[in-house]
């Protein structure tokens, strides 16, 4: 990849198409392994430091493992979507979904949240932030974002 500065960062892949290792400028090497199904399952840093992942059966993480041996777990619906991931500290943060798969709210470890208000349509039309303010939104024909009101009062408005 050869960027603006002119420097180049190369990446090497395996015959299945899988990023095997990314090589900076500096020639310093991040590599990575892969699951049977092609889910990242290591990242080796250049300095040599291990996180893992391991996965569902659909190649989800589940479980990540720092360099430090701390430990993240995510659980998930039977959508795959997460319903709580626990950090190496044992902080659970809880998403709750609609039957649609949309977010309706995430507790934080501390049971503070917040929530999103979708409408008929699955357009998102509030989202209501930790600490109670409200950010609405409001849509015209063809379901087309038309204004975004902050939790101050503050308005944008958006044409098309």
């Given at each position: 990849?050869?960027?603006?500065?002119?420097?180049?960062?190369?990446?090497?892949?395996?015959?299945?198409?899988?990023?095997?290792?990314?090589?900076?400028?500096?020639?310093?090497?991040?590599?990575?392994?892969?699951?049977?199904?092609?889910?990242?399952?290591?990242?080796?840093?250049?300095?040599?430091?291990?996180?893992?992942?391991?996965?569902?059966?659909?190649?989800?993480?589940?479980?990540?493992?720092?360099?430090?041996?701390?430990?993240?777990?995510?659980e998930r619906d039977h959508f795959?979507?997460?319903?709580?991931?626990?950090?190496?500290?044992?902080?659970?943060?809880?998403?709750?979904?609609?039957?649609?798969?949309?977010?309706?709210?995430?507790?934080?470890?501390?049971d503070i949240g917040e929530s999103?208000?979708?409408?008929?349509?699955?357009?998102?039309?509030?989202?209501?932030?930790?600490?109670?303010?409200?950010?609405?939104?409001?849509?015209?024909?063809?379901?087309?974002?038309?204004?975004?009101?902050?939790?101050?009062?503050?308005?944008?408005?958006?044409?098309?």
């Amino acid at each position: 990849v050869l960027n603006v500065d002119g420097t180049v960062h190369r990446q090497e892949w395996d015959a299945d198409g899988n990023l095997t290792a990314v090589i900076d400028p500096a020639g310093n090497r991040t590599e990575y392994t892969h699951h049977a199904c092609g889910a990242i399952a290591s990242v080796t840093e250049p300095t040599g430091a291990v996180t893992t992942i391991d996965v569902d059966a659909a190649g989800l993480p589940v479980r990540v493992t720092d360099p430090h041996g701390g430990v993240t777990t995510i659980e998930r619906d039977h959508f795959g979507r997460p319903t709580a991931v626990t950090d190496p500290l044992g902080a659970t943060v809880r998403y709750i979904w609609s039957g649609e798969g949309k977010l309706l709210r995430r507790i934080d470890p501390d049971d503070i949240g917040e929530s999103w208000v979708w409408d008929g349509e699955l357009n998102l039309i509030a989202h209501v932030d930790r600490n109670g303010g409200i950010t609405r939104y409001t849509y015209g024909a063809f379901d087309l974002l038309t204004a975004r009101t902050e939790p101050d009062g503050a308005m944008t408005h958006y044409t098309f």
